[in-house]
């Protein structure tokens, strides 16, 4: 089976700028999770899909957006860009189950200037 | 609230002696516990879990993590550390079925030659 992929692996953009990230999740599963990681803030939980409706969100501001489409695949916008934003941006899907693992893609590094 | 704890921001082994990465959660019913590695510019990669049974589990790579209730704790731990196991190292619980996964904030293992 192929793995999480993610698009684009990196991403320049400018303050005030919006961004759409996009993660394919492992063929099967139907949970997408989101999750920012900065050196300094290390691994934060950013939200989660499952079948299309958001079932759990993070603390972040309302500028991080994000949604789910039929086929599992998901998106994640970020508008009006701040320097703060500059992380790797890191997609993973589960297949369903509680005990089930979570697999992670390898990230989008996004730099914004 | 769930939580994990890695009290150690930087561990430091020679090459060949046994290594271990420490890891406490906090967490009310049955966790479940998740080992994950990160090298440089990668997504995490998934090396154990804990659900249930036996409290030794073993996983990628050499690696296994014993699981201790009394303690809540949830070591990582290798007999003969190798110079590629220098990498960013996370673990993670999940409590619930729709919970999110909580990660803690890594521990850098650095294994000398």
């Known amino acids: 089976k192929a793995g999480v992929t993610q698009t684009p692996r990196y991403l320049i953009k400018t303050r005030g700028q919006q961004v759409t990230l996009s993660c394919s999740p492992i063929s099967g599963h139907r949970s997408v999770s989101w999750y920012q990681q900065t050196p300094g803030q290390g691994l934060q939980f950013l939200f989660e899909y499952f079948s299309e409706t958001q079932r759990n969100k993070g603390n972040f501001p309302g500028r991080f957006s994000g949604r789910q489409f039929s086929n599992s695949r998901s998106e994640m916008n970020v508008s009006t860009l701040e320097l703060g934003d500059s992380a790797l941006y890191l997609c993973a899907s589960v297949a369903r189950g509680i005990t089930d693992t979570q697999y992670f893609g390898p990230g989008t590094r996004l730099t914004v200037l | 609230a769930q939580s994990v704890a890695q009290p150690e921001d930087q561990v430091n082994v020679a090459e060949g002696n046994p290594l271990t990465v420490k890891c406490t959660y906090s967490?009310?019913?049955?966790?479940?516990l998740f080992w994950y590695v990160q090298y440089p510019n990668r997504g995490l990669q998934f090396l154990l879990k804990y659900i249930t049974g036996d409290n030794l589990v073993k996983g990628s790579y050499g690696f296994e993590a014993e699981f201790n209730k009394s303690q809540t704790s949830f070591h990582l731990k290798k007999p003969s550390a190798l110079v590629s196991d220098s990498a960013l190292y996370f673990c993670?619980?999940?409590?619930?079925?729709?919970?999110?996964?909580?990660f803690g904030p890594g521990t850098r293992l650095s294994v000398l030659p």
């Open positions: 967490v009310s019913g049955n966790p479940y």
């Open positions: 993670a619980v999940r409590r619930n079925y729709g919970q999110n996964f909580v």
